[in-house]
């Protein structure tokens, strides 16, 4: 099994099984994929692309949802 | 090959390694990563040899000293004249 397809089952797993309560917080694990060229990774700021997230001040996903809850205006 | 490059070189390679690092830090066993990781240490070190032996010591302490003694010769790694230019960066995707 190659480590894209380990990935892809564990996030499913991990999804199934992590049921979290409230105020109960987990982080995905990361799991070895692709690195960014050399020169690519000292230019972001990290060899790993799923860690690459320049910070823009606001959540890069926030659900519909959510924002309707909190009544955000003018959010992507 | 110029210092410049050779610095270049060592900088992006010696990122690569701390970075692996943090990772390995919580994937102690990941083979892929520990293969990666030494394979970059030997090419960062590999490097940094070429460069003293060029250019003289990148630490005052634990680098190779030469012919003679060229620690006290500047620019210091932490002058601005040291370091090479690294244009176009920093730019958003």
Redesign the interface.
């Known amino acids: 099994m190659d ?1 894209a397809c380990i990935k892809a089952t564990w996030h499913r797993e991990m999804d199934q099984n992590m049921q979290k309560g409230l105020a109960e917080a987990y982080i995905p ?2 799991i ?1 994929d692709q ?1 960014y060229e ?2 690519v ?3 972001r700021g ?3 692309p799923e860690l ?1 997230k ?1 910070y823009s001040g606001k959540s890069l996903k926030l659900s519909a949802k959510f924002k309707s809850i909190y009544q955000m205006e003018g959010e992507e | 090959m110029e210092r410049d490059e050779l610095l270049k070189d060592l ?3 010696d ?2 390694a701390v ?2 690092g943090l ?1 390995l830090n ?2 102690e066993n ?1 083979r ?2 520990l293969l ?1 990781y030494n394979s970059i240490i030997e090419r960062a070190d590999r490097v940094r040899q070429t460069y003293e032996k060029m250019y003289g010591p990148l630490c005052s302490f634990r680098s190779y000293g030469g012919d003679y003694w060229r620690w006290p010769e500047e620019p210091w790694p932490w002058e601005e004249e040291f370091n090479f230019e ?1 244009s176009g ?2 730019e ?2």
């Open positions: 480590n694990f990361q070895y690195i050399p020169e990774g000292l230019r990290t060899i790993f690459d320049p | 900088t992006i390679l990122f690569m970075d692996l990772f919580t994937h990941d892929e990563a990666t690294f960066g920093g958003e995707r």
